[in-house]
């Protein structure tokens, strides 16, 4: 391996334990806890779209649709109108 393998090596190991030193510590002072769009509060559910169609909220659903499915707008559409899930 030449000097600058070497030296690459070292400074990636180096990098990536600093990067999980820093983790650590981030989890040690409750960082989890102080970023909760970290943390989902809950999972939507075919179920909440079925109920924003109940409400007459069709673009609410298509966007949850599309959401939960990660599919594109057209099938999303196609599939909240069709009530087809």
Same mark, same amino acid.
């Given at each position: 391996m030449s000097t600058?393998?070497?030296y690459l090596a070292s400074f990636a190991a180096?990098?990536?334990?600093?990067a999980?030193?820093?983790y650590l510590r981030? =989890?040690?002072?409750?960082?989890?806890?102080?970023c909760p769009s970290l943390i989902p509060d809950? =999972?939507?559910t075919m179920d909440? =779209?079925?109920h924003?169609?109940?409400q007459g909220d069709k673009i609410g659903a298509i966007k949850m649709y599309r959401e939960i499915n990660h599919v594109s707008l057209k099938q999303a559409k196609d599939a909240v109108e069709a009530e087809s899930f």
């Open positions: 600058f393998g070497i180096a990098l990536l334990a600093g999980f030193f820093f981030w =989890v040690a002072q409750g960082g989890r806890e102080k809950r =999972v939507d909440d =779209v079925r924003l169609l109940a």
